[in-house]
């Protein structure tokens, strides 16, 4: 079955939604019934032309977020989210996400069975809480070999401090991130699906 072509909506001024595809006005709480229901869209804006899909759809999850009971971000997530911004590491927190939440998506009917099973013990939650926790170190490691600071294994950063009376050394320039342990945070990257469709499959 040929998939659809996304459905157009255009975004005026007065901050009216116009749904191209049924000539009618939606909301914001539309749009998001038509995310669940696995109807794709974009969104232009309707003076400039622009797309601004990204930013409607953030609005969506904006709304979402602030109705009770509805809560799936973490605070936690959104401050290390927010860390990223800016950082060098940036690059590859899309990718990551995208591949974390892609397999979730694959799999949530058999989790969703686990998850309601006898006595309510799932065996897959365990593993799966340390597999996310070992992908996040993989990306703070990676996060400390792009960061300006050198650090000891301790946590402390690196300084140049001497006694009283001595003259400081001047810090050697932290070395470039060897293009091995790109490719080897890249290839860990790529194997994170296969991982858990393997782990979900026992």
Do not use: W
Request: charged fraction near 25%.
């Amino acid at each position: 079955m040929a998939k659809k072509d996304p459905v157009t909506i255009k975004k005026y001024a007065n901050r009216r939604l116009y749904n191209t595809g049924t000539s009618t006005y939606v909301t914001l709480e539309d749009l998001a019934s038509m995310v669940k229901a696995g109807d794709d869209f974009l969104v232009y804006d309707a003076k400039t032309g622009d797309d601004i899909t990204r930013s409607v759809l953030t609005q969506i999850i904006f709304e979402q977020e602030n109705k009770d009971g509805q809560n799936l971000l973490p605070v936690s997530f959104l401050r290390q989210l927010i860390r990223f911004y800016g950082d060098s590491m940036q690059l590859l927190v899309p990718r990551y996400l995208e591949l974390s939440i892609d397999t979730l998506s694959r799999e949530q009917d058999k989790l969703r069975n686990q998850l309601s099973s006898a006595l309510g013990v799932n065996p897959l939650v365990a593993p799966f809480e340390q597999h996310i926790r070992r992908n996040m170190d993989l990306f703070e490691k990676a996060f400390a070999m792009f960061s300006p600071f050198a650090r000891r294994e301790d946590g402390e950063p690196v300084t140049d401090a001497k006694p009283a009376g001595e003259h400081p050394v001047p810090a050697a320039p932290a070395a470039a991130p060897a293009a091995g342990d790109l490719d080897e945070l890249k290839n860990q990257l790529a194997a994170m699906q296969k991982k858990i469709d393997s782990l979900s499959r026992k």
